[in-house]
């Protein structure tokens, strides 16, 4: 079976006290489940994420990174950083990267493959906006966002690589995809997984939904065939809520 990830993103919310009262009032309520919990917090919160969620099955990402180890890059943060902390995943690709700093398909490659190449698992985001999905050519930026970003990435790379299907028009806008529309979206992503790979690597790789995933909706849309948990925003930033959303997927 795949694995299903239910993954928190903070952005940019929460100082390192309120990290810690996070993650005390939220290990209770997840005690004993199951499904991969991953957070992806601030860079000044990592290390006090992992101390929190230290010997519980929460796992903890950076939301971004360079792909260089090291240099002359101001502000920036590399992998080995990133390793030496205790990270285990990095988002990668993330919309608000892509539109607000302009990140291209081919940094965003780089990183995909800097993040393996230094045993970190990218969670690789990627999606249509409005204009896009209107214009009916959701499948073909789709392609070209997944093959530009998993480019060079071999067969046993992959595996480690977890996928984020987020229409750029239903995130933090309220609106959300309808069941349909995300499985409909989410099946020709592992069709095209399998003429990138083949058909057993596509059918092992985690795609998560992120779109205005909460504890409402989260249910019926990870009971979708090819959807395997989400990447959420802003129902992730209260204990209870993401407890909810953890509870919804372990019982797919």
Known sequence: MRKIIVAGNWKMNKTRTETEKFF???????????????IAAPFTN???AIRETKGSNIKIAAQNMNPKENG?????????MLKDLGVEYVLVGHSERREYYKESNEFINEKVCSAIDHGLKPILCFGETLEQRESNITEKVVEEQLREGLKGVCEKGILNVVLAYEPVWAIGTGKTATF???QEVHAFIRKLLT??????IANEITIQYGGSMKPENALELM???DIDGGLIGGAALEPASFAKLVEAGSSI
């Open 46 to 48: 990592l290390e006090t």
């Open 72 to 80: 002359a890059y101001t502000g920036e943060v590399s992998p080995l």
């Open 195 to 200: 003429e990138m790979y083949n058909e057993e």
């Open 180 to 182: 349909e529309q995300a």
């Open 24 to 38: 005390k009032e939220l290990l209770p309520l997840v005690e004993g489940k199951t499904v991969e919990m991953v």
């Open 223 to 225: 009971s979708q065939n």
